[in-house]
């Protein structure tokens, strides 16, 4: 038997002997006992101090009316408990992230399933109801008898999450624990959908998740999302998850980050940062960031020209690399000055004696660090690439832009 | 393998000066870019605000009172800065737009009743501007069979195809198209000095001994007082709370952005105030001067003006008209449908594709086509379509500063940024006034109405 919050809420309560006690004003779910049991229903009583039925107390459960299987005297005055998850304050009305449809939506109702125990009824919570059917009905409760609301509803398309698929947003760190709500899920989204889920919350919730995700996560998502929110993320982060996370980022990403906080707030930050990665941000800071210098990343991948595809992909097998920086590789002469690139694709095909030097890219296309972004672009264009060198004045190779730092600045 | 470190070391010898002087500007470049970003729904929501009814209203006031209307603009755009500050700092500092926060705290059926309100009252509103783009064509005797359905393909096209950045620079621009306004009123020659004198309230001045000889006394009668209302109705709109709200959260205007919002509210609060004088001074010079106390519509206004101000005048005027109305028929219907959408859960927003956001799609364009559509077969009736429009307005506008006033006294939302006791008692008072106007509009026009 099916039951929705909307029809249990103002249900008509009775004891075991018969007796009216009060009406159903709000119910709980303790979710470090059951996740999705209904533990507690909170009876008002007019002028008297409410009561709580815990849900072994509970016999039935009807659309409208709970009986209970114990008398009036049994139960408890209630008493408020940071534990315990109301439907009515916590819930309906709220915005909830589905985890499985990868978007923000709001609660118009819940879905109950009821479940016999042992002398009493439990009422599991099974699906969060965002759609048309429970906004008719907490539109026409109380007001259309519930046979007729249950008739309407059932010619309307449903549409509903699973509550295992569901992710509450609390911004309260401490409230968050006693509710047992992780962000375990979330993390298994692609950072690109949770950037989206994230720039539909405010901006409360959204350091409350940046604050609970693991930090590579929070990189990933960072790196993602609009650039005036990540700055103000930044500032409101504690320092040592901020440089943790920045960390992870690429060191591209992490100066483009760094380069819209204030003086101070980065320096903090970098110095916060490992000496090694910190020097890699500090060099990126210095160029433009609209020109070739600002759009580079200095991990890059380069080798010796004479060195032959199957020494080259022995290396490779032992560094610990990052797939987006791997579309090409530099190769120097022994100068350390650039002498061309070789696409990973042709690495691939090529026999495993081949010399990499045999295997570049012509013409050998590169530019200094202050190049202006429009200059990157056509060349991308012109030569289709996949990534670009960027060069000093010895032309010694000091970073690479990629194609995907192309593509975004691109969409902006 | 090169150490890359090095090799890097070598250019930032060279390039440190070039960084330290690109340092130095960065903070000026990005103060000025940081005010370009913010600056805007303050300035186009209370530009908006002087559409095809507001128009109307204060040419009619200034024909029919003269100068004598003047004093009330100081305490109306007080009014009008402290209803949409609180809406801006709700925004900033809870993160959820007017329609969520409503919706949150006061639950489904109460938003729901509310949202149908906004539904009826706004597409009255969108009526009210395409009844204003007839207006200004019949100045230029352009047949409204033409205009009207191109101004609503125009407004369509422009909110579906452009993008919202381009959008908001539109509008940005279209606020400078008011300036007709300024010239208009330059062109009809008014006596400055006594217009300006009539800003302060003519009652106390009188009493200053040797400027006595040019102050005119308003008559408080019954139809000074139906002007009264119909101005005050007319500027603070209870569509624009929600509107500036919204624009605020989607700009990600937070706490440490707020005061460049307030300023960019209150610019626009005293920028709309400052039109709606240049219109009332141009009417009060020319028309009330010249005995013509009534004028029918918005674009007779302009017609009048011909004769007394000259072509160009009266061209300015229609044209300032005309901009007026298409500029809120393109964003009332947009505002419209995105705060229902965001209030019931359904998809919205300009940048989901039409499958992602039918809902959102549909109410928008329903409410241009059907503006449109009603305002073309019943033209005739379009004096009762705006008088209807701004009842509509009246009532609702209690009830949605009711319920932002109670948003922002709440500490759990706000915290220590909760309305002072001296805000709140202005708020609650010029509530409380707009109330009383309300029923005095109400009254007077459902008095129009059926006689």
């Not at chain 2, 305490?75 to 925004?91: A, N």
């Not at chain 2, 952005?257 to 610019?267: C, G, I, K, S």
């Not at chain 2, 001067?289 to 017609?303: L, P, W």
């Not at chain 2, 006791?421 to 007077?444: E, H, P, Q």
Request: aromatic share 10%; proline share 4%.
């Amino acid at each position: 038997m099916e039951l929705y919050a909307t029809e249990l809420m103002g249900a008509k309560t009775y004891d075991a002997k018969g007796n009216y006690v009060g009406r159903v004003r709000e119910f709980f779910i303790e979710p470090a006992q059951a996740p999705n049991r209904v533990s507690h229903f909170l009876l008002s009583r007019g002028h008297f101090q409410p009561l709580i039925a815990r849900h072994d107390q509970v016999s039935s459960v009807t659309a409208g009316r709970v009986e209970l299987n114990v008398s009036e005297r049994a139960l408890e005055l209630y008493q408020p408990n940071e534990s315990l998850l109301a439907v009515q304050k916590d819930l309906l009305d709220q915005q909830i992230i589905d985890t499985r449809g990868r978007k923000v939506v709001r609660v118009n109702d819940l879905d109950l399933a009821e479940q016999r125990m042992n002398g009493s009824v439990e009422l599991r919570l099974t699906q969060v109801d965002v759609g048309l059917p429970g906004a008719v009905r907490r539109l026409l409760q109380g007001v259309v008898p519930s046979k007729v609301v249950r008739k309407l509803q059932s010619k309307l398309p449903h549409s509903g999450i699973r509550w295992e698929f569901v992710n509450l947003i609390e911004p309260d760190p401490l409230r968050r624990v006693k509710l047992r709500i992780t962000h375990e899920k979330l993390e298994d989204l692609h950072p690109a959908d949770l950037a989206d889920i994230m720039e539909e919350l405010s901006a409360s919730e959204r350091q409350s998740i940046i604050a609970s995700l693991d930090e590579e996560t929070a990189a990933a998502v960072l790196a993602e999302l609009d650039a005036r929110l990540t700055t103000r993320i930044v500032e409101n982060l504690d320092p040592e998850k901020a440089a943790n996370i920045l960390e992870e980022m690429a060191p591209d990403a992490a100066a483009d980050l760094l380069a819209d906080l204030s003086k101070e707030t980065s320096e903090e930050l970098l110095d916060e940062m490992p000496g090694h990665e910190a020097e890699e941000v500090r060099e990126l800071l210095e160029f433009d960031p609209a020109a070739a210098g600002g759009m580079m990343n200095t991990e890059f991948v380069f080798v010796g020209e004479n060195s032959t595809r199957e020494e080259v992909l022995e290396w490779l097998r032992k560094q610990d690399l990052n797939f987006d920086q791997l579309d090409a590789i530099v190769l120097i002469d022994s100068d350390a000055q650039y002498s061309g690139a070789v696409p990973v694709a042709r690495l691939l095909l090529a026999a495993p004696e081949e010399r990499l030097a045999a295997l570049k890219m012509e013409p050998l296309v590169t530019l200094p660090p202050e190049a202006n972004e429009k200059e990157v672009f056509e060349l991308f264009d012109k030569y289709n690439l996949r990534m670009l060198t960027v060069v000093d004045r010895d032309n010694r190779p000091i970073g690479a832009i990629a194609v995907d730092d192309v593509v975004s600045r691109l969409v902006k | 393998m090169l150490n890359r470190t090095n090799i890097a070391a070598q250019w930032a010898g060279w390039s440190e000066r070039v960084g330290r002087v690109r340092a130095a500007a960065r903070p000026i470049r990005r103060r000025i870019a940081l005010f370009f970003a913010i600056v805007g729904p303050g300035l186009i929501v209370s530009n908006v605000d002087n559409d095809a009814g507001g128009i109307y209203t204060y040419a009619q006031s200034g024909a029919q009172f003269g100068n004598t209307v003047l004093w009330t603009l100081i305490p109306m755009t007080v009014v009008l800065y402290i209803s949409l500050e609180m809406c801006s700092r709700l925004g900033a500092f809870s993160g959820k737009g007017l329609s969520d926060l409503i919706r949150e705290e006061f639950g489904f059926r109460v938003t729901f009743f509310l949202m149908a309100a906004v539904l009826v009252v706004n597409l009255g509103n969108v009526m009210a501007e395409f009844t204003g783009v007839f207006w200004a064509t019949d100045v230029f005797r352009i047949n409204r069979y033409i205009s009207v359905p191109l101004a609503a393909v125009l407004v369509w096209v422009l909110v579906v195809l452009g993008t919202a950045k381009w959008v908001e620079r539109i509008f940005l621009a279209i606020c400078l198209v008011y300036f007709s306004y300024v010239i208009s009123a330059f062109l009809a020659k008014p006596e400055w000095l006594i217009a300006l004198l009539h800003l302060l309230p003519p009652h106390l001045i009188r009493f200053v001994p040797n400027i006595r000889p040019f102050v005119q006394v308003p008559l408080f009668n019954a139809s000074y007082a139906v002007i009264l209302a119909g101005l005050v109705g007319t500027t603070i709109a209870p569509w624009q709370h929600f509107y500036l709200q919204a624009a605020v959260v989607e700009k990600r205007i937070g706490p440490r952005q707020y005061a460049h919002t307030r300023n960019d509210v209150l610019v626009g609060s005293i920028s709309c105030m400052v039109i709606v004088f240049f219109i009332i001074v141009c009417t009060a010079a020319t028309l009330y001067v010249k005995g013509i106390h009534y004028v029918d519509n918005a674009g007779t206004a302009a017609i009048a003006l011909k004769p007394l101000a000259g072509v160009w005048a009266s061209a300015l005027f229609a044209i300032g008209l005309l901009n007026a109305s298409i500029f809120a028929a393109s964003i009332l219907p947009l505002s419209t449908a995105y705060v229902i959408c965001e209030a019931l859960g359904f998809e919205s927003g300009i940048d989901r594709k039409f499958g992602e956001a039918k809902i959102f799609y549909a109410l928008y364009t329903a409410l241009i086509v059907l503006g449109a559509g009603l305002v073309l077969f019943f033209g005739r009736y379009a004096k009762i379509i705006l008088l209807w429009s701004q009842v509509l307005n009246g009532f609702l506008l209690p009830v949605v500063l009711i319920f932002i006033l109670i948003l922002v006294n709440r500490r759990d939302l706000m915290g220590d940024k909760i309305n002072s006791r001296g805000f709140n008692w202005v708020a609650w008072i010029s509530t409380a006034a707009m109330i009383v106007l309300t029923f005095v509009v109400a009254y007077t026009s459902l008095h129009e109405l059926f006689h």
